[in-house]
């Protein structure tokens, strides 16, 4: 079985094709990145017009790069939400028409589901597992039971880890998206330089909140009055810390809690080098194996949708042709229906 992927939430245009929702037969990643700089963030009207322009350059590339053409695609899956509609939109018509036209199911997948079923295309790995959903967007932790089978144990209450990120680099002009300046930054610091708050961290639950880290990294910068760039390690440092050690504690807990010894980490804030090195020390200790995709599939990207679109498909759950985009889609509402 192959399917063709289509992602677009955001600000990425991507198409894969996938043999068996385990192999990667291509992965096309375009990145509008360079047009949202320029903004600080990514603007949704931009976003879709973009995506419009790259849609079948893509598509048309990945189906090479896989040696094939539509006549060899088996079915067609996009991502229905959640995420920006008018970006959800480009991607979710075209495979409508794509699959239409060559009389293929049509499957729509989350792109959460996505992220936290990458680790199949690169490794074995067993259910059930916590899965930590770590992006600009989310911070969510899952109990995953199977494909199709989620139930969401804790989330952010406010920004997401990659929002914070992203908020701390605009305020040292660092410039956007800032989670990769700030990784690379805080490796020149000190993370003990500045004591952050560490929330919710106490707490009797597995949420999250991290708009408290981002406001008081902004009064310590106040309170230096002009941040020289020498300043700007240590900031990093200490603020990815204090991200790092409420993100990698709750997920270690979640695990305790549900009695799993695995854990996996996807989404964009899963490149991050602190976090891959603190997962290791505190949950392997403990005998919980820790699975990060590689980086090219733990940003956006199509390939990992193919893992759920290729279970959904062999079951017969195909999207109708009338299915709309879902810009807010809980994933537990969106796996196998019971
Ligand atoms: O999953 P993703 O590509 O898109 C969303 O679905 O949001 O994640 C993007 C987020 C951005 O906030 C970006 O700053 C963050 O992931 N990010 C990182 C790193 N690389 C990307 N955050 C921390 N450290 C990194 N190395
Ligand atoms: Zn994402």
């Not at 094939?68 to 509609?85: E, F, Q, S, W, Y």
């Not at 390690?233 to 807990?253: C, G, H, M, N, P």
Request: hydrophobic share 45%; aromatic share 6%.
């Amino acid at each position: 079985m192959k399917v063709l992927c289509i992602e677009s939430s955001c600000d990425e245009t991507a198409a894969a094709v996938v043999r068996n929702g385990r192999e990667v037969l291509s992965s096309v990643v375009a990145s509008q990145v360079d047009i949202h700089a320029l903004y600080g963030g990514v603007v949704p009207e931009i976003a879709s017009r973009r995506h419009l322009d790259a849609i079948m350059p893509v598509i048309e590339q990945a189906l090479e790069q896989a040696g094939m053409t539509l006549d060899d695609i088996n079915g067609v899956a996009a991502t229905r939400g959640p995420g920006l509609v008018g970006a959800l939109l480009v991607g979710l018509c075209t495979a409508k028409a794509l699959a239409w036209g060559r009389g293929v199911p049509l499957v729509g997948v989350h792109h959460i589901e996505g992220h936290i079923l990458a680790p199949f295309l690169e490794t074995e790995l067993d259910f059930p597992y916590v899965a930590l959903a770590v992006s600009g967007g989310h911070t969510h932790l899952y109990r995953v039971d199977g494909i199709g089978r989620y139930r969401l144990l804790g989330q952010t209450l406010d920004d997401a880890a990659g929002e914070a990120f992203d908020k701390v680099a605009k305020l040292l002009g660092l410039g956007y998206p800032g989670g990769a300046v700030i990784d690379r930054l805080a490796g020149q610091g000190n993370p003990e330089a500045v004591r952050f708050p560490r929330p919710m961290l106490k707490r009797d639950n597995l949420n999250f909140s991290f708009s408290g880290i981002k406001t008081a990294v902004m009064n310590h910068v106040k309170s230096l009055g002009d941040v020289v760039p020498e300043h700007h390690a240590d900031i990093a440092a200490s603020f990815q810390a204090a991200v790092v050690e409420v993100l990698t504690r709750k997920t270690v807990a979640a695990a305790e809690e549900e009695r799993v010894d695995r854990i996996v980490v996807a989404g964009g804030v899963a490149c991050n080098s602190g976090l891959r090195r603190a997962f290791a020390t505190l949950a392997e200790a403990r005998g919980i194996r820790v699975v990060f995709p590689s980086p090219a599939l733990c940003g956006d990207n199509a390939a990992m949708l193919g893992v759920a679109a290729d279970a959904y498909l062999r079951h017969g759950r195909h999207a109708s042709l009338e299915c709309n985009a879902l810009p807010v889609w809980s994933l537990e509402e969106a796996g196998f229906q019971e």
